[in-house]
């Protein structure tokens, strides 16, 4: 049995601008961290020919091309398999639609999955941009290149995404110190919402494609705040980076009328009255989870669990996809 497990992720700074229908004509820059929450899959020989998979629900194909669940089907249709007898599980640490990734990172782990059970090596990179290959080039989804790639990788992470498709990825250099403060005082509130990202992210790619004025300088604002973010960061100033947070979500709201709503803006304003330096909705928005610097976490974790957000905690996971078992 092979199992693999790939981490979920939040978005720092500059979101949204690693859409190739932004980057191919301005180029992107963005910062994630993974997050020590995660996708698994295991990867069984079953005794009868077949596809047997287990996720969300159950399927038994005789052929991979009838598979229901997309990105499955299209993975398994790479590997070019002339007699599917395969068993494919998943389990996740956070469920879909939380804004966290989960689909990167689903489609990472089972890519490196499939990779140790034909006992082949695939680097981080390749990895990444697989992933990024079957769900923007072969399914269509109207969706960045982060979340392949920070799942892929690991880390606390800087990507820099080129008009000829290259990623270039950097570790942010950041103190010990700095990431200590983080994983104390960045916390994550569930709103209780889990939708899907398509809808926003079709907006912004349509908008964007059309060269429309109003999203195009909307994304370039967020790629700098992205690269001041960094900056902050790597100063070790935690302060500026929750300002620059704010700063970010303010902006971000005026992308589309379909990211915010009266709940979030309501724990939002609560929040900055109760610990929060500054905050935003992570993933595309719509629902999810709400994220806060904190500069008094005991009295925002208090207000928050009192309106009835559970908070998520977590640790920076720097190893990325990686086999567990084989």
């Known amino acids: 049995m092979i199992i693999t497990r790939s981490p979920l992720r939040i978005s720092l700074g500059g979101g949204g601008t690693d859409l190739p229908s932004y980057y191919r004509e301005h180029e992107g820059f963005l910062l994630s961290a993974a997050i020590d929450k995660y996708i698994y899959v295991t990867i069984n020989r079953p005794f009868s020919e077949g596809v047997f998979l287990k996720y969300s629900s159950v399927e038994h194909e005789e052929k991979v091309e009838n598979i229901k669940h997309a990105i499955i089907r299209e993975a398994l249709m790479l590997q070019n398999l002339k007699t599917p007898q395969i068993e494919i599980s998943s389990i996740a640490d956070i469920p879909a639609g939380t804004g966290l990734g989960s689909s990167g990172s689903f489609t990472t782990a089972l890519i490196k999955a499939l990779y140790a059970y034909r006992k082949r090596h695939i680097h981080q990179e390749d990895l990444a941009e697989l992933a990024c290959h079957i769900e923007i080039d072969r399914l269509g989804e109207p969706i960045g290149k982060q979340d392949q790639y920070i799942s892929a990788i690991g880390g606390i992470t800087s990507f820099a995404f080129h008009k000829d498709d290259k990623v270039v990825s950097a570790a942010v250099n ?27 992210l079709k907006d912004q790619k349509i908008r964007s494609e059309k060269n ?4 195009i300088n909307n994304l370039h604002y967020v790629k700098d705040l992205g690269y001041r973010i960094k900056a902050a960061l790597e100063d070790g100033d935690t302060n500026l980076f929750g300002e620059l947070m704010h700063e970010h979500w303010e902006n971000k ?6 990211i915010s709503n009266p709940d979030i ?8 009255k109760n610990g929060a330096i500054g905050g935003k909705l992570v993933g595309a928005g719509g629902g999810g989870f ?17 309106s009835g957000l559970d908070e998520v905690r977590f640790k920076f996971d720097f190893e990325g996809t990686k086999v567990i078992h084989s």
Do not use: H, Q
Not at 188 to 195: D, I, K, Y
Not at 212 to 215: I, Y
Not at 290 to 306: D, Q
């Open 265 to 272: 803006d309501k724990w939002y304003n609560l929040a900055m």
């Open 212 to 215: 429309d004025e109003e999203m």
């Open 174 to 200: 950041l103190s010990i110190d700095t990431i200590y403060n983080l994983e104390d005082n960045l916390l994550l509130f569930f709103t209780g919402f889990a939708r899907s990202a398509s809808n926003i």
């Open 253 to 258: 709201k005026r992308r589309s009328g379909g």
């Open 290 to 306: 709400l994220m806060f610097m904190a500069k008094n976490n005991v009295k925002l974790r208090k207000v928050m669990k009192e």
